[in-house]
């Protein structure tokens, strides 16, 4: 049985909850389809020590403050996993959880959303699907041989997972840091922490707070054809978050520089030297979550599909929310994707009235 609406949402994360609550207020017919059994979004899949960049206040979706967590200047994921779960009560969104979908199609004068459970007819469609169900793993040689154990970010949860091992972790962004530093304190694990290049701190003053100031008077600046200002990437890499602070202080976060490759027990280097290893951890990012709109031949660069803000241009139908910069600038925070959201749902009440 094929279903109507408005406006169908894929994704039911932070992005999908932000466009829901301007599409509630535009008083449109929407359905909010999402994979994950619960609320949430991909921050329930979170390692267990992850803590944001940002105090409470400075991590709300809109229409609601984050609650501050007692005993903690930084909510950690739990908080967040509660807070999302709330706010779609709150706000009554009708999202569908445990619903993947599949493929988004054209169908004359509607787009077609075939999901696991369903099919919807949709006069606009906003993907707001993320990049976590799409981790990156480079083509590093050697992979296929090595012995030990290998995973991504999305697979990381406790130091205790390794006690008493020699853990290679690889990537100089936040998640490699605060991975690498998370094992490095617990002490009871032998880490080398690999990157591409010198990881570059950010000053410990800095938060997510003057990152989402930053990345907008950046987005502005080109918006108006003004210098481009570099933007977050200028000031640095790697947010100095406590315990990221504490291990780099400490002397445990000493970056190596990237290996060449893999051999069965282990690394080497170009040099000839070699480090074993019983476990890697891969914390090499992440490529949006667009499969599901490969009937609609969208892709252009890099993978990405081109837009004017988040409206596809080869698809006006097709809103993109939340999957970075390029689909509005800290798209992909909680704070930043609020104003992105309603901006889109803006443009589709215009297209749609």
Not at 84 to 104: F, I, M, S
Not at 128 to 155: C, D, E, M
Not at 317 to 342: F, K, N
């Amino acid at each position: 049985m094929t279903q109507h609406a408005d406006v169908v949402v894929v994704g039911g994360g932070q992005a999908g909850l932000a466009a829901g609550y301007h599409l509630r207020r535009q008083g449109l017919d929407f359905i909010v389809l999402d994979a994950d059994p619960a609320p949430g979004g991909s921050w329930q899949h979170m390692w267990d020590s992850l803590h944001l960049f940002s105090p409470a206040e400075h991590s709300s979706l809109p229409g609601r403050l984050m609650p501050t967590q007692a005993g903690e200047t930084y909510p950690d994921a739990g908080n967040v996993v509660d807070y999302l779960a709330d706010y779609e009560k709150r706000y009554d969104l009708p999202v569908q959880h445990g619903t993947r979908v599949d493929v988004v199609r054209r169908d004359g004068d509607r787009l077609l959303v075939e999901a696991d459970s369903g099919t919807w007819r949709a006069r606009a469609v906003i993907s707001a699907t993320g990049t976590w169900s799409r981790p990156f793993l480079p083509a590093v040689p050697g992979r296929s041989i090595f012995t030990g154990r290998q995973l991504h970010t999305v697979n990381y949860r406790s130091p205790a997972d390794f006690a008493g091992q020699r853990v290679i972790v690889v990537g100089g962004g936040n998640s490699g840091a605060q991975i690498a530093a998370d094992l490095a304190l617990d002490g009871n694990v032998h880490v080398t922490w690999v990157t591409q290049r010198p990881p570059h701190f950010l000053p410990d003053d800095i938060d997510g707070r003057a990152l989402f100031d930053v990345a907008t008077a950046r987005r502005r600046a080109l918006d108006a054809g003004r210098t481009d200002t570099g933007g977050v990437a200028s000031l640095g890499d790697i947010v100095a978050v406590p315990p990221v602070r504490a291990a780099r202080d400490a002397g445990l976060l000493t970056a190596k520089p990237m290996f060449s490759r893999l051999t069965a027990s282990g690394v080497r280097w170009d040099d000839g030297s070699r480090a074993g290893a019983d476990a890697i951890v891969w914390c090499t990012g992440f490529r949006p979550a667009l499969s599901h709109l490969a009937p609609l031949n969208l892709r252009g660069p890099r993978g990405r599909i081109p837009t004017d803000g988040t409206r596809s241009l080869s698809e006006p139908r097709l809103h993109l929310l939340g999957y970075g910069d390029w689909t509005g600038p800290a798209s992909a925070t909680l704070i930043g994707v609020g104003s992105t959201a309603r901006d889109a749902v803006r443009e589709v009440t215009g297209l749609l009235k």
